[in-house]
C-alpha cells in the first residue's frame, strides 16, 4: 500500500510541481520517486533476502535487502544533486510561483507521506529502516513547503522557493549519507556494535574451562543476522564431555545478540593453531 501511494503521489507531484512553477515541489516529486523505488526494492528484494541458503549463496540471501538500500540511496544523491543545482539557478533569477496551489499540494503531501510512513513502519531490516526515514523526510519537507507557501501567499517572496528547495535537499543528502554509511559498513563487514571483539574475547575467557581464545572474528550479513568464528583453547586433559560443555556455553552467550551462524574452532593447550597466531 505505501508503494502504491508513493506512485500515485509522484505523479501528482510532477504534474503540481509544473502547476505551481515550484522547483521546491519538483525536488520533493523527485525524492518521492526515489523512495517508490526504495519501496519497491525494498519489497522484491526483502523477498528475495527470505530465501534459504542454497550452493551459490551459502549463508543465505540477506545481504540483498542491503543491495536494495545502497541502488536507492545513489539514485536519490544523484537527483538530488541535480535539482540543488537547479534551485542555485533560480536563486540568481527567481520566478514567480502559485502559491495557494502549493499550499494544497502540501497539505496533501503532509497526509499521504505520513500515512505511508505509519503504514511502512516498524520494519527490521536496514533496508526498511532507509525506505520509512525516507518517508518520514518526506512528511517533513512537505511541511516545510507548505511553511514557505503560506509565506509566500502573503508576501511576494520567489526566492523562499529554491531556498526550500535546496534546504530540503540538503536535508535529505545528509540522511541519505548517514544510512548510506551503515549499509556500507555492512558490505565492508564492521563487527557489530554489541560483538565488539575485545569485549566478545572477555567474555569467551569467562566461561568456564576457556583457557584462551584467539582469531575471534564478528560481522553482520544484513544489519540483523550476525556472524561468529573464533578458537577457543580447552586444558589439555579436556574431555568430550568438556568441550561440548564449552561449545554450548559459547551457543548460549552469543544467543542472546542475533547470531544466526557460530563457527568454533577447539584446541588443546599445547595444540599448534593451524590458521597460526
Known sequence: MAFG??????????AGGLYTNSVAILSDALHDAGDCLSLGLAWRLQKLSGKQADAKFTYGYQRFSNL?????GLVLIVGLGFVAVSAVSRLRNPAEVNAHGMVVFAVVGVLMNGFAAWKLHGGH???????TWHLLEDTLGWIAVLVGGIVMSVWDLPIIDPLLAILISLFVLYNVFRNLKQVVLVFLQIAPAE???DALQSKLLALPGVVAAHHTHAWTLDGESHV???????????TRADILRVKQGVHDLLAEHDVAHVAIDVELEGEACPCGD
Request: aromatic fraction near 2%; charge should be negative; charged fraction near 10%.
Open 5 to 14: 501511494l508513493n506512485v500515485l503521489f509522484t505523479l501528482l507531484e510532477i
Open 68 to 72: 536494495g538500500a545502497l541502488i536507492t
Open 125 to 131: 531490516s536496514m533496508n526498511e529502516r532507509v525506505a
Open 195 to 197: 560483538l565488539e571483539a
Open 228 to 238: 561468529v568464528t573464533t578458537h577457543v583453547v580447552l586444558n589439555a586433559a579436556s
